[in-house]
């Protein structure tokens, strides 16, 4: 009994020994339930329609459970009609063209099927978990007709007549949507999001929106997650980076609308400045159309042209400040040679296919223009007054990391970083060696100090700047390559100074097992059961590559759900999902509509990849370990009432 004082404040909860035995046993028998799915997805890149699809749908787990529950019994067609339902019940009820009569009869026996696979769906999860997702208003039907029985004649007409009321009191609609809502709630117990939900695709502050109401989540931050987070920092290099890249794929939506960024000044100071300039290779990738933001297409390509340039000179500044980053061979801008229009790559002269430079000073190229430093002011205000930005970042640091050890599984979005023979290499940050699982520590020890520390003190300062380089920097888990070839990309555009190389680390995990088992016992976890789960490499499905990796150890799931991606990978994206059962991976097509606004059939191909020796229960997961402490507690606590130690209330 020496923990006597926390024994007294868990008797608040649980006052007498009844109590008490009720919540032991409870535990226990929660322990013993088969663990929900999880569900790991990663490199989202903006494409909110596809992720809202891929969440409502299960990533096709939904549909093989209505397969499930009728077999044989309706049709193919029926099927895939009652899957679109669950998935978008309000839009399609509102497509329906029955008339009354036949309405009634479809609401009475897409009811009666849509209980039937909710009841599927909610054997993982006690009675009292299902309850709290059912929406209040419909708590008691719901509950009631979630467990009657087919076989219980004496019922029947009690539990019909709940549907036929439902019906004939003009609510039938709503409690559709209700258990086709609830259906997709129990479907996903926890989501896993592997970085990158931020750039590219058109509103990745819709999937914030979105993640923000999920119950039961984690993320591990991406390189483009870092780079928002490092601008809400007040990184004026990243703010101008993140604006370049939404004006390099026509987010407009995103940057005015979503966050409320003001372009106005980018866009005068553009118009002016660029006038007489094509900006031929700052055109705009039009993968999306901007629904309330309309932008010419070649006005967008001199702002973007005029933000990479203030990004370049930002970006130089900011490696000056920090030679210990080790990258002043990067600073190309300032290795110009301006007179000849030349830059020297790694020994080998190259000619710029853009020299037009009207706001940089071969003298002093990395200073900005008077009007630069003025427009910069007024991005970086809306940047700080950005309540939308702000709210979604803080929800980044509240539940997000760099990396997470769950239920046996490691997850983080690129690399660890390595050498090639396969040793963990060293990232020297603050005058002190980090590496390994220390290094992903520090990163998120400088990722909190950037945002939460003083504005402008000096070390939130040198902790915002450091998020530049964890978007980009060589030794960067997140990024994991030598170099960013954004400037290459522009000014030569050249198949052989756009390559960058990885980190041995992806080569070196991809073929051994061995490595794998070394990055497990780094982070102490049992490499029998364990698994590594990363993204940020795109995985060529189109030309045979598979996502699982070193015998079954590291599994890779950045499938391209990005538009940008799908040509190179051949599919739309990935999700693990693992079960009680086995590991499965759901290949994604690409997400298309028909008129009516609901989707064609996009489910998904789902593989097994791993089977469990023994069905997975609570009691094996993280989860049932927090369990088990809990009733090692609650029973100190029940032998401290029975020998009088701590006395009851009634």
Known sequence: MSNIKYLELLAKDFPNISAVANEIINLKAIRRLPKGTEYFISDLHGEYEAFSHILRSAS?????????VFESSITDEECNQLAILIYYPERFQENLKLQTEERKQWEKVTIHRLIQICKMASTKYTRSKVRKKIPACYAYVIDELLHAEDNDYDKKKYYNEFIYSLVDVGIAGEFITAICDLIQKLSVDRLHIVGDIFDRGARPDKIMNELIEFENLDIQWGNHDISWMGAATGN?????NVIRIC???NSFDLLEDGYGINLRALSEFAEKIYSEDPCEHFMPHLLDQNETDFVDENLTAKM??????IQFKLEGQLIKRHPEYNLDDRILIEQVDYANGTLMLEGKSYVLRDRNFPTLDPKNPLQLSREEEELMRIIAHSFESSEQLHRHVKFLYSHGNSCKCINSNLLFHGCIPMTKEGEFDVLVVEGDPYKGKDLFKKIDEMANDAYFLPRNSKLQEEA?????????GPLSPVFGKDKITTYENYFIGLKETKHEELNPYFKLSQNSEEICCKIFEEFGIDPEKAHIINGHVPVKYKDGENPVKANGK?????????????PRTGIAGYTLIFNSRHLSIAEHKPFKKDLSGLPNDNTPNVRTVDVMKSRVTVADTDTGKELQNQINDLTELLDAYKKGIIKEKV
């Open 464 to 472: 915002s700047d450091f998020m530049w380089y964890i978007w980009c």
């Open 247 to 249: 004006l390099s794929y």
């Open 304 to 309: 973007h042209k005029a933000i990479a340039v």
């Open 236 to 240: 004026r290099a990243l703010m101008a």
């Open 554 to 566: 590291l599994f890779v799931i950045d499938g391209g759900i990005a538009k940008a991606y799908q």
């Open 60 to 68: 096709g787990i939904i549909r093989t459970k209505v397969n499930d």
